[in-house]
């Protein structure tokens, strides 16, 4: 399988796994561990620093609008692939500036 069609279809099984009811979500994870396929679903112990997500994906991951995901690039300069996929280590280091900033604006 090419490494394009492969990221096509994790893609969409992120999609199709966050349409998924929690309690299934829940249900479901021991089968999936069972088989060996957990590394395909975006569940936290699984994600790394170099997973790639879609706008999305992450937007439904952290609890965001969309759109909110969108202007990380004008806001914060977090950059998407050619794919338009972000990758999660750079998300994660935005998320730490945006704590930082909370904080700062917190104490003052």
């Known amino acids: 399988m090419s490494w394009i ?16 009811a ?8 021991p089968f999936i561990e069972d088989e060996g396929m957990a590394w395909a679903v975006p569940l936290e112990e699984y994600i ?10 992450l937007a439904s ?4 609008a969309e759109s909110t995901v969108r202007n990380w690039p004008t806001r914060y300069g977090l950059q998407a692939n050619e794919d338009g996929l972000y990758r999660w280590g750079d998300v994660l280091a935005v998320r730490q ?4 900033r909370a904080a700062r604006r917190n104490v003052a």
Request: proline share 5%; hydrophobic share 35%; charged share 15%.
């Open 48 to 57: 790394t620093d170099d997973s790639w997500f879609t706008p999305q994906q």
């Open 22 to 29: 929690p309690n299934t979500q829940s249900i479901l994870i």
């Open 5 to 20: 069609r492969e990221q096509k279809l994790l893609r969409l099984i992120h999609v199709l796994w966050y349409e998924l």
């Open 61 to 64: 991951h952290l609890g965001l």
């Open 97 to 100: 500036q945006q704590n930082q």
